[in-house]
Nanobody, 122 residues
Framework: QVQLVESGGGLVQAGGSLRLSCAASGRTISGYAMGWFRQAPGKEREFVVVINRNGGTSYADSVKGRFTISRDNAKNTVSLQMNSLKPEDTAVYYC????????????????WGQGTQVTVSS
């Protein structure tokens, strides 16, 4: 079992930045692909970014060039640096873990955090 806890969400003006963190416990995340997803009110959960065990990354087009994911296996943490935020980035952001193989499908992930709210005002 892997427990994930997100933090760092909040209210920010358009063009601002936030840094989300995901702290894992229970097992080391070194064997897991780690993803961030988000869900806005009335919408389905959508893929944001994933990082594989070796640090390779894949981003949704909507965040490419603005968001950066990183992982620290020694600290069992994953971070998401979000710059140039837009109102359409407003959502609850979730950290997720999938054993070994990356995926952009939320159904493929084994463990989820409780989410952290990000609100971007215009």
């Amino acid at each position: 079992q892997v427990q994930l806890v997100e933090s760092g969400g909040g209210l920010v003006q358009a063009g601002g930045s936030l840094r989300l963190s995901c702290a894992a416990s229970g097992r080391t995340i070194s064997g897991y692909a780690m993803g961030w997803f988000r869900q806005a009110p009335g919408k389905e959960r959508e893929f944001v970014v994933v990082i594989n065990r070796n640090g390779g990354t894949s981003y949704a087009d909507s965040v490419k060039g603005r968001f950066t994911i990183s992982r620290d296996n020694a600290k069992n943490t994953v971070s998401l640096q979000m710059n140039s935020l837009k109102p359409e980035d407003t959502a609850v952001y979730y950290c997720a873990a999938r054993w070994l193989v990356v995926s952009t499908r939320h159904d493929d992930y084994d463990y989820w955090g409780q989410g952290t709210q990000v609100t971007v005002s215009s």
